[in-house]
């Protein structure tokens, strides 16, 4: 049985739990001016996200993200995890801005290497039952009469 916390998870009674966030280190540190930071997923995958303040967030492609509030004392919490979806790389920028700034978030982790939606819908699933507590919802579909249209309940 798996036992799930914001903080830790624990495969199985008395193994070490494995943290939900951690600082990713790359070799020489002091050389990278661009932090990076490893986010755990309920399904126990680790993900690298660039971290950027919301000041000098570049423009993004369709990307995975999560919103956080850094702390004075360098503890990150987690407000909301998504995925952009735009093809205009402005507009997912300017989105991230807003959604940022309206939650008080003053970093934003992006995930650069989930290369389908399929891939980026799978990741943000994976980490928003981990670090919020989100439950997956599934839609059934099937094909329109048509063929051109997929109707889903």
Avoid at 38 to 46: C, K, N
Avoid at 64 to 91: E, F, K, M
Avoid at 142 to 152: G, L
Wanted: hydrophobic share 40%.
């Amino acid at each position: 049985m798996m036992m799930m916390t914001s903080e830790t998870i624990t495969a199985r009674p008395g193994a070490m739990p494995v943290p939900a966030n951690e600082p990713a280190l790359v070799c020489r540190e002091e050389q990278i001016t661009q932090p990076f930071h490893y986010w755990r997923g309920a399904s126990g995958e680790r993900y690298l996200h660039t971290v950027f303040s919301l000041v000098n967030c570049p423009l993004v492609p369709k990307v995975n993200y999560i919103l956080v509030q850094r702390a004075a004392d360098g503890t990150r919490r987690p407000l909301y995890i998504g995925r952009t979806v735009s093809n205009a790389d402005s507009l997912n920028l300017a989105h991230l801005r807003h959604k940022a700034a309206s939650l008080a978030a003053n970093e934003i982790h992006i995930h650069f290497l989930s290369e389908t939606e399929r891939a980026r819908a799978g990741v943000e699933a994976d980490l928003a039952v981990r670090q919020l507590g989100r439950t997956v919802m599934t839609r059934e579909c099937s094909a329109a009469n048509d063929s051109t249209e997929a109707v889903c309940a």
